[in-house]
């Protein structure tokens, strides 16, 4: 598609009005929705909007794709892109949603790998393809937005990383000394956390974080989105990169709940 073609579509289809039935559903199931500010929830509103109408959802082992579902799964993949430059994730065409966690390949859906025929995910980003996600895990951590998981988060941060056409868990970054502070704060953290895997000592992070650099970041940007506040004092520098790169403050959305509650 053209470009200029495309962002005539989005400029209409963002000067229709939000459709009101959504809302609930945002508040239902987003639970990051309510945590955010006026300007915020916009952004929120509008990425949603353009994701589900731009993208193209298949529901897999037997998963009815509602417009539930569609707003639900998009709201959660707007949130790392709220304020920082994007193109809408416009290298991943299709969303693929199974009603619980999947085991692959799966013949039905043309994709091989026989890698993972033993295991069992809830998601899965390809790169330059589909993000995979499982239903259930979608609706249990998008309505907890303090658990500190979120599956659909994590795949999309994985799009992110590979921006660059690398899978290498650090995304294209602009700015020369955001891109210094962040390689010494991911790498000093992934070190830190690799040593206490090897040792056996409890983790902050999930021991799938000490596979590769690229699932460490995924893994850091789920913190960051819904652990903040631990994220940040156990490593600092980490959410003060992530902070930079996203533009975003999340810490500050779960202390105004924290004052609200």
Same mark, same amino acid.
């Given at each position: ?12 289809? !963002?000067?229709e ?5 959504? &809302? ?18 916009? #952004? ?22 509602t ?11 707007a ?29 039905? /859906? ?33 309505? /907890? ?7 659909v ?12 056409? &690398?899978?290498? %868990? *650090?995304?294209?970054?602009? /700015?020369?000394?955001? *891109? ?8 000093? *953290? ?5 040593? &206490?895997?090897?040792? %056996? ?8 974080? %000490? &596979? ?5 970041? #995924? /893994? ?19 959410y003060?990169? !992530? #902070?930079?790169?996203?533009?975003? *403050?999340? #810490? ?10």
């Amino acid at each position: 598609m053209f470009h200029w073609l495309r962002e005539r579509r989005r400029r209409r289809l !963002l000067d229709e009005p939000f459709p009101p039935w959504w &809302e609930p559903i945002l508040n239902r199931n987003v639970g990051h929705y309510l945590l955010l500010s006026p300007a915020e929830q916009s #952004a929120m509103r509008d990425i949603t909007r353009v994701l589900v109408a731009e993208k193209n959802w298949v529901g897999c082992g037997g998963m009815l794709i509602t417009e539930e579902v569609k707003i639900t799964v998009a709201a959660q993949a707007a949130i790392p892109v709220l304020a920082a430059d994007h193109e809408y994730y416009s290298r991943v065409d299709s969303v693929l949603v199974y009603p619980n966690e999947f085991r692959t390949p799966n013949p039905e /859906d043309d994709f091989e790998d026989d890698e993972l025929s033993d295991t069992i995910l809830a998601g899965q980003a390809w790169y330059r393809g589909p993000v995979i996600v499982a239903w259930n895990e979608v609706l249990e951590e998008g309505r /907890d937005p303090g658990c500190g998981q979120n599956v659909v988060i994590h795949e999309f941060v994985h799009q992110i990383d590979f921006l660059d056409y &690398e899978a290498n %868990g *650090a995304p294209p970054i602009k /700015d020369p000394a955001l *891109a210094k502070r962040w390689q010494t704060a991911m790498a000093a *953290a992934y070190k830190v956390h690799k040593a &206490e895997l090897d040792r %056996g000592d409890e983790t902050f992070f999930t021991a799938h974080a %000490g &596979e590769s650099e690229t699932e460490f970041f #995924a /893994d850091a940007a789920e913190a960051f989105f819904c652990s903040p506040e631990g994220l940040r004092e156990e490593f600092p520098d980490v959410y003060a990169v !992530l #902070a930079e790169y996203f533009k975003l *403050a999340p #810490a500050n959305w779960f202390s105004k709940r924290t004052k609200r509650g």
